[in-house]
């Protein structure tokens, strides 16, 4: 296991049949309505649209400066576009969708989850993360490697990338959960008439009726309903959710959002309409009442995980751009000598 986790290849190295559709035609990378057709087989993690969502919101409140360092990172093709990327980190990990590639990305697998004792409602570091082998550790280690300057370009393109999912992994509850149900996975039932299992409901269906039902099918009228959100019901909570009490890096709080959802599974996700448990051993039924009651955090998740993205990547660009600074302030005395002497050099020359 390492405690340093790396990537191993750029996108850029992966075959055309592997990279993003959605790469052949840039004029899509503004359109989250047809992003929402994306479908991504066997994903573990928020929908295609749900990452796409958290991405978005993340560039309103990205600075100028950090949206110039995000268009320099990504592939020169998704024109600074992050919700172009955000499943990245899930299509390497499949054969659909990286047939030729998939096995060299098998290691990132454990790293979009952390498994948490059965019933047990707290995340504990040094007993479900060992080796910094979850999404806690993954967030901790790709933010210092976006900001560790002295990597090189696809190294922190790829840190980024992996960056942008896993910020919004870890805003969706059952990405920190019970191990024997691989968090909520063989949980299975009926949402709906619709058969499906606890984790799918969460990524997906919710989500999805939300937008279907009251946003006339359209993610970008969504969208733009969630950025009003900020400023208007969700304004006072921001200072709030951007408050890291135990980490310092650059605000991510991982370990902080982990504990987060794992209050929201043992407080909130598996209570079923009759108020029990849900559990692998039975089926679940569930309607308008667990609706109507789980679609606002899956709002604020998806909201709290945009802004959390966004002020990270400011407080990174803004380290980068002061460091680039002190170096060049440091080195201006060993210029300045270098100058000097350069000069009475000459001078000697001249009267030689």
Known sequence: MRSDITGRQSIHALPCSAKFSLFVTPSWAHDLFLLFQIVVTNSNAWSAIGHSLVSEIAMTRLTDSSKIFVKDLLPSNVNGNMSMVSSWADYMLYTDTNPDGYLNWNWSGEHHYINIPDYVCQYVPNRDCLDNNCIDGAIQNYTRRLANTSLDHVQRQEALQFLVHYVGDVHQPLHVAFTSDRGGNTVRGN?????????????????????????????????????????????????????????????????????????????????AEDAHFMNSSSNFTLGSNYYYRTWPIVEYRLIQGGIRLGKMINLIEEYGRYTAKATLYNSQPLLIVIVTVCVLHIKQLIIV
């Open 191 to 271: 949402f709906f008439s619709v058969r499906t299992n606890l984790h799918s409901l969460w990524d997906t269906h919710i989500l999805q009726r939300r937008i279907d039902t009251d946003f006339n099918q359209s993610a970008a009228i969504y969208f733009h309903y969630l950025t009003t959100l900020i400023s208007s019901k969700y304004v006072d909570n921001i200072t709030q959710w951007l408050t890291c009490y135990n980490q310092t890096l650059f605000s991510a709080c991982s370990a902080l959002w982990a504990q987060e959802d794992i209050d929201l599974v043992c407080k909130t996700v598996y209570i």
